[in-house]
């Protein structure tokens, strides 16, 4: 069935579907492109078609979303190999949008989980993470003391409290700072910055997850828009009053303006060619800032095997960071399902690793921590994201040397206004999150009003 819907009616329909939409000034007549079908470029796209302005957006892959990527491998369950949650639901603009979306959410809750130690045996970590927050809250006073950023690894073991440490007291902290740190900024602690690794607001309430896939969202936020897959931009330039965008096959499209949502990571790789000089600090601060690694590796059983009444597990093996973080989707959705995190460092030494030899280890920590008959996973489903040629990662953290002004310099607009800069790793105080990507790119369209 063809259905025809007047400028009116889709107008109304795009302004029924957005949360919260930036105020804008007409931009009737003029023509922008955006480069990415990510979050950022979506939000970016739909406030300047409200606004009146004639919209194309560029995506290299195959398919929208960007680093919203809802597998459906498993047709019965949707995982999501990029973003999952919403975190904090009160006032964040993806909860609007999943309520206009109709989209069906499910809680889970850090305070919900198990801890086991490398023989299987249940421990309580609360005073491992007492003691963790105390060591580094001590290392980063005494950087302050110095008046030097340092990286959180060489401000914490250049203390008192660590040197002191015996070994299992010092693996008990490394195995904290991994979680609440590395998996949390998807930056090893050898990057992070000691001052400002944590610089970011949130939003109050809980973290839910999407049953059916976080991709409802990138679904619901692409109707109606012109989104042409398949583009790879390989070259940005001034031309005349306006950009020229140059395309991986040699094509040259034109625009008034672009908003540019690549990833930071993209950007670092200079896998974009600018035809002029951006700003001086704009390039310092794509330099400064780091491009972090989360990777997933999604497990499927035939049955579940491990206490089906919590959302985490967390494994304190023989490695630091290897197989330590879990998520089970059991008693938010029923599924048996376990999810494996790896950061930092330890997810860059395990993309080197062959699936299969992947699912071994996942196997062979499983069976250390809940005996020996645990069952082998029917399925696995793994993300190697630093890999990934539009993305080389997962997402930005605040590298040491990096400050609250850094992503404000990495935001805003270039060349007179006609080049303007948006993602994640451009919002100053929801950096590194999904709802962060949204807000960016609000603020971009918002640039052009």
């Known amino acids: 069935m063809t259905m025809t819907m007047t400028r009116r009616s889709h107008l109304a329909s795009l302004l029924a579907t957005l949360a919260a939409p930036t105020t804008l000034g007409a931009q009737t007549g003029r023509r922008v492109i955006v480069v990415g079908a990510g979050l950022a470029g979506l939000a970016a796209a739909r406030d300047l078609v409200v606004a009146g302005a004639e919209v194309v957006v560029l995506e290299a892959r195959d398919r929208i979303g960007g680093r919203i990527w809802t597998s459906r491998h498993w047709p019965d369950l949707p995982m999501d190999m990029g973003a999952s ?89 490394r195995h904290v700072v991994n979680g609440a740190v590395e998996a949390e900024y998807g930056g090893d602690w050898s990057e992070v910055s000691a001052w400002f690794f944590d610089e970011s607001e949130e939003f109050e309430g809980g973290d839910m997850l999407f049953p059916d896939g976080f991709d409802q969202i990138v679904q619901h936020l692409a109707r109606g828009l012109d989104i042409r897959t398949g583009q790879v931009v390989t070259a940005l330039a001034p031309d005349g009053a306006g950009v020229a965008v140059t395309l991986a ?168 206004g006609r080049l303007v800069f948006a993602g994640e790793a451009a919002e100053p105080d929801h950096w590194g999150t999904a709802h962060g990507a949204v807000l960016s790119g609000r603020a971009a369209a918002a640039e052009l009003g």
């Open 85 to 173: 949650w919403i975190h904090g639901v009160k006032g964040n603009p993806l909860t609007a949008l999943a309520d206009a979306a109709e989209a069906a959410r499910v809680d889970t809750s850090y305070d919900s989980a198990l801890a086991l130690d490398g023989a299987g045996q249940e421990v309580d970590l609360t005073d491992a993470y007492d003691l963790a927050e105390a060591v580094v809250e001590d290392a980063r006073a005494r950087v302050d003391d110095n008046d030097r950023d340092l990286a959180l690894q060489d401000a914490v073991t250049g203390g008192a409290d660590w040197q002191a440490a015996d070994k299992a007291t010092r693996r008990l902290i």
């Open 249 to 416: 096959d040699g094509r040259q499209l034109a625009a008034d303006h672009v908003v540019l949502t690549v990833p930071l990571g993209v950007l670092q790789a200079g896998d974009i060619d600018f035809g002029a000089a951006l700003a001086a600090d704009r390039v310092a601060a794509i330099d400064t800032l780091g491009m972090g690694l989360l990777n997933k590796c999604w497990l499927r059983f035939d049955r579940v095997a491990w206490p089906s009444d919590v959302d985490w597990i967390e494994w304190i093996g023989p490695e630091d960071g290897v197989w330590s973080q879990w998520l089970s989707l059991t008693k938010a959705t029923g599924a048996p399902v376990l999810l494996a995190f790896h950061a930092g460092d330890q997810a860059r030494a395990m993309e080197r690793l062959t699936d299969s030899q992947m699912i071994a280890q996942a196997h062979a920590a499983l069976r250390a921590m809940f005996g020996a008959d645990f069952p082998a996973p029917v399925g696995a489903q793994i993300t190697r994201w630093s890999r990934d040629p539009f993305s080389y990662g997962s997402y930005s953290f605040n590298a040491t040397g990096t400050t609250p002004e850094t992503r404000k310099m990495l935001a805003g607009t270039d060349w007179d």
